[in-house]
């Protein structure tokens, strides 16, 4: 049967379990430890968790299908296996531009997501260093500040987290990725469950905890809910070709339903228990849950600079963030460099120096955004806030929804009935989900925020 049985170019995972190690390491990332608690904090808590928790299970997971399944039927980079996919199925070839699009987004995250990643990279030596020790919310407030502001620190940091992500992807994400992860996962959970459990002894934990999870509808605004889908993709790492280009990879005999169940549940429940360790410091020390992007680097130092042995579990936590934001960066570019590889016979080394550099220019806008251009607004919104807003609330939806579409308006019934190794009822429930409910779902939030539709 024509393309059922390819096999990709660029190798594949030894297993199933490396295949899960691997998506779950480009999901669990910044997005869960950094991003999860500031938005949730900007956005009033509650009722937006229970947004983005609804988001995961009715959108994320099976467009998460819907992407590895694309993915493991096409064996390519995303650009090249939906322009296949769509000339086998006599389909128009503008649908590849979907592939694009994914490279495009995968280039401006990363760009951000680099500059994030060196904050953590230097927070490494201040925890190492015992900077935490002893001092009130306002000095480490001051501490994160003083790295901001800093372009030149920020850009050294930057440039290192740039080099190590294309060392690992020019050496293939198959061989030193697998095993990272496998002792990763387990390390950072195991130390959230530390946080968390220091975050008890605060005296706040219920107030935390109430914030988390008591909705308070009164605090959703149309903005709030497209932030919380945008997230539900970002956190997946859906909508632009990471889990796609990782399903390229994905061995024949494995079982795509249960390993995006599995990585879902993991990926949520890393970003809840983040939250969980942070919102009891917040309120514990009179925080502002609202700070922005810089709140996890100034409340959990608070409780390292508290806690006994706090030098040593602060520097193990934010080594294992720097590892987590590692193996998703290392996603992010894989559909450009594979791209690079299979039309421009580019060896994987040279095609990683290229996308390597190109983020690493576009990364400087990051870094400005933080100091130098830190008035230059657009919408009232800094460089680094429309690139993100633009990226995870609009691309990565965007994509998602075509994703969905093309997995079931395009390819057949009998593909990807195939594919899911599903029949009967669990098909038809990822059928409808992927066919209707997630697709309207996203056009419903962005008419709602656009004020074409209102509610509420
Ligand atoms: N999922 C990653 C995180 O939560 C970010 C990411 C987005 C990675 C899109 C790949 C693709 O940090």
Same mark, same amino acid.
């Given at each position: 049967?024509?393309?059922?049985?390819?096999?990709?170019?660029?190798?594949?995972?030894?297993?199933?379990?490396?295949?899960?190690?691997?998506?779950?390491?480009?999901?669990?990332?910044?997005?869960?430890?950094?991003?999860?608690?500031?938005?949730?904090?900007?956005?009033?808590?509650?009722?937006?968790?229970?947004?983005?928790?609804?988001?995961?299970?009715?959108?994320?997971?099976?467009?998460?299908?819907?992407?590895?399944?694309?993915?493991?039927?096409?064996?390519?980079?995303?650009?090249?296996?939906?322009?296949?996919?769509?000339?086998?199925?006599?389909?128009?070839?503008?649908?590849?531009?979907?592939?694009?699009?994914?490279?495009?987004?995968?280039?401006?995250?990363?760009? $951000?997501?680099?500059?994030?990643?060196?904050?953590?990279?230097? $927070?490494?030596?201040?925890?190492?260093?015992?900077?935490?020790?002893?001092?009130?919310?306002?000095?480490?407030?001051?501490?994160?500040?003083?790295?901001?502001?800093?372009?030149?620190?920020?850009?050294?940091?930057?440039?290192?987290?740039?080099?190590?992500?294309?060392?690992?992807?020019?050496?293939?994400?198959?061989?030193?990725?697998?095993?990272?992860?496998?002792?990763?996962?387990?390390?950072?959970?195991?130390?959230?469950?530390?946080?968390?459990?220091?975050?008890?002894?605060?005296?706040?934990?219920?107030?935390?905890?109430?914030?988390?999870?008591?909705?308070?509808?009164?605090?959703?605004?149309?903005?709030?809910?497209?932030?919380?889908?945008?997230?539900?993709?970002?956190?997946?790492?859906?909508?632009?070709?990471?889990?796609?280009?990782?399903?390229?990879?994905?061995?024949?005999?494995?079982?795509?339903?249960?390993?995006?169940?599995?990585?879902?549940?993991?990926?949520?429940?890393?970003?809840?228990?983040?939250?969980?360790?942070?919102?009891?410091?917040?309120?514990?020390?009179?925080?502002?849950?609202?700070?922005?992007?810089?709140?996890?680097?100034?409340?959990?130092?608070?409780?390292?600079?508290?806690?006994?042995?706090?030098?040593?579990?602060?520097?193990?936590?934010?080594?294992?963030?720097?590892?987590?934001?590692?193996?998703?960066?290392?996603?992010?570019?894989?559909?450009?460099?594979?791209?690079?590889?299979?039309?421009?016979?580019?060896?994987?080394?040279?095609?990683?120096?290229?996308?390597?550099?190109?983020?690493?220019?576009?990364?400087?806008?990051?870094?400005?955004?933080?100091?130098?251009?830190?008035?230059?607004?657009?919408?009232?919104?800094?460089?680094?806030?429309?690139?993100?807003?633009?990226?995870?609330?609009?691309?990565?939806?965007?994509?998602?929804?075509?994703?969905?579409?093309?997995?079931?308006?395009?390819?057949?019934?009998?593909?990807?009935?195939?594919?899911?190794?599903?029949?009967?009822?669990? $098909?038809?429930?990822?059928?409808?989900?992927?066919? $209707?409910?997630?697709?309207?779902?996203?056009?419903?939030?962005?008419?709602?925020?656009?004020?074409?539709?209102?509610?509420?």
């Amino acid at each position: 049967m024509a393309g059922s049985k390819r096999s990709s170019l660029h190798g594949q995972w030894s297993s199933r379990w490396a295949f899960v190690l691997a998506a779950t390491g480009s999901a669990v990332g910044l997005g869960n430890i950094w991003k999860f608690p500031y938005i949730t904090g900007e956005n009033g808590g509650g009722a937006f968790v229970l947004v983005y928790l609804i988001c995961i299970a009715c959108i994320g997971i099976p467009i998460m299908m819907a992407e590895i399944l694309i993915g493991r039927r096409g064996r390519r980079s995303p650009i090249n296996t939906m322009r296949v996919l769509a000339r086998e199925g006599h389909h128009h070839p503008a649908w590849q531009y979907l592939g694009w699009i994914g490279v495009l987004a995968g280039f401006l995250i990363l760009s $951000y997501y680099s500059v994030i990643a060196g904050w953590a990279m230097a $927070y490494v030596f201040r925890a190492a260093g015992g900077m935490f020790s002893g001092a009130t919310g306002e000095q480490i407030g001051a501490l994160f500040t003083g790295l901001i502001s800093d372009p030149e620190r920020l850009l050294a940091w930057h440039t290192i987290f740039m080099v190590m992500t294309m060392i690992v992807v020019s050496r293939g994400v198959q061989s030193g990725l697998e095993k990272a992860v496998r002792f990763l996962m387990p390390a950072l959970f195991l130390i959230l469950v530390m946080l968390v459990g220091y975050a008890m002894s605060t005296g706040s934990f219920t107030a935390g905890i109430a914030f988390l999870f008591t909705p308070d509808f009164s605090k959703l605004t149309p903005a709030a809910v497209l932030i919380a889908m945008g997230h539900a993709f970002f956190t997946l790492s859906l909508g632009m070709g990471a889990i796609m280009v990782y399903g390229s990879y994905l061995p024949e005999n494995a079982s795509i339903t249960q390993t995006s169940v599995i990585i879902a549940l993991a990926d949520t429940l890393v970003a809840l228990m983040a939250g969980m360790a942070i919102f009891p410091i917040v309120f514990a020390h009179g925080l502002e849950p609202g700070a922005g992007p810089g709140l996890i680097f100034q409340t959990l130092p608070i409780a390292f600079g508290q806690m006994p042995g706090g030098a040593f579990f602060g520097t193990l936590f934010f080594v294992l963030l720097v590892f987590a934001a590692w193996t998703s960066a290392i996603s992010l570019i894989e559909p450009a460099v594979a791209w690079l590889v299979e039309n421009h016979g580019m060896t994987r080394v040279l095609a990683s120096a290229w996308a390597g550099v190109i983020t690493w220019v576009m990364g400087l806008g990051t870094i400005f955004s933080f100091n130098l251009w830190a008035e230059a607004k657009l919408f009232g919104k800094t460089f680094f806030d429309l690139l993100d807003f633009a990226t995870a609330n609009v691309i990565l939806p965007l994509g998602g929804l075509f994703i969905a579409l093309f997995a079931t308006w395009t390819l057949s019934r009998k593909v990807t009935m195939e594919e899911l190794g599903l029949q009967g009822a669990g $098909y038809q429930l990822w059928y409808i989900l992927t066919r $209707y409910v997630a697709p309207l779902a996203v056009i419903f939030i962005f008419l709602n925020v656009t004020g074409l539709l209102r509610f509420g």
